[in-house]
């Protein structure tokens, strides 16, 4: 059996789903998660907004899960509504939270970025016990490096670790790492890849993208891109293999694009 990059220290994501009714429907068996898994939510309006995620969030934390909302930056309008927000995760009892910049373009209110967000939220009195923020180790479309580099080293003062976006090459980690290392950036960092996801769901999240995105993102990760042109999907081996004795990453990040069942029964192969 190969070596990988330890699947224990591990964080799962999943998408909002809406029943017809709004109603937060979780992954199928979700339950198949390690108890006390730690499960982060994304937001975006194409999956229903704050709301949804919250509700998910919820939900998943009515299970026993340590439940993880994402909030976007650009979908908050004002101190007001972010007090809101805070006021809200603490009195439904989230200490975790993951702060990101988020696509929506122009933003509703204030805040462009994560950093603008987080700069305001430790003004406010509600504090987590975590918070997370997002890296790039492939770069962004539509943000330099320079400025990536510059953002995540002044978020690091607001938060606790961060999560890389989805890469597939474990040696554009490793060089990451080593640069941001350089940088002075000594938050601690999971390594975001795909969980173990069928061919149906990756075309339909390729579909997802703007074109601009789908090429910049299948140039830098050829192996994703290829698996969802053949029969049965993706899973994350050859990444995790080429980080495998990577002592300075923290863990991994599976994005299940609620393949939770797949995703997991894929890890149970490689935990001891």
């Avoid at 699947?7 to 339950?31: C, H, M, Q, W, Y």
């Avoid at 003004?123 to 987590?128: E, G, N, T, Y």
Wanted: hydrophobic share 45%; aromatic share 6%; glycine share 8%.
């Amino acid at each position: 059996m190969e070596e990988l990059l330890s699947l224990e220290r591990v964080r799962f994501e999943v998408i909002p789903v809406t029943s017809s009714d709004g109603k937060a429907l979780l992954p199928r068996n979700i339950s198949i998660l390690p108890a006390n898994a730690r499960v982060t939510v994304t937001c975006s309006e194409a999956s229903g907004g704050l709301g949804a995620t919250m509700r998910t969030a919820q939900r998943l934390k009515d299970k026993g899960f340590i439940a993880v909302p994402h909030i976007p930056a650009r979908i908050v309008k004002d101190t007001s509504h972010l007090r809101e927000i805070a006021d809200e995760l603490q009195a439904g009892g989230f200490s975790d939270i993951f702060i990101i910049g988020g696509d929506m373009t122009p933003p509703v209110g204030k805040f462009s970025s994560a950093l603008e967000l987080l700069e305001e939220l430790r003004a406010l009195p509600v504090r987590f016990q975590s918070i997370g923020v997002a890296a790039y180790p492939q770069g962004h479309p539509y943000i330099s490096d320079r400025i990536l580099a510059e953002a995540l080293l002044a978020k690091q003062e607001y938060a606790d670790h961060a999560v890389t976006q989805i890469c597939g090459s474990a040696r554009a980690l490793r060089r990451w790492m080593e640069r941001i290392r350089e940088d002075g950036i000594t938050l601690p960092v999971y390594a975001g890849v795909i969980g173990c996801v069928g061919t149906k769901r990756l075309m339909r999240i390729a579909s997802n993208f703007r074109v601009r995105n789908v090429l910049w993102f299948a140039y830098r990760n050829p192996q994703i891109a290829a698996s969802s042109l053949v029969r049965g999907g993706y899973a994350p081996d050859k990444a995790l293999n080429g980080l495998a004795g990577c002592s300075d990453m923290a863990g991994v990040h599976l994005n299940t694009f609620n393949c939770v069942e797949a995703t997991e029964m894929w890890r149970r192969k490689f935990v001891r």
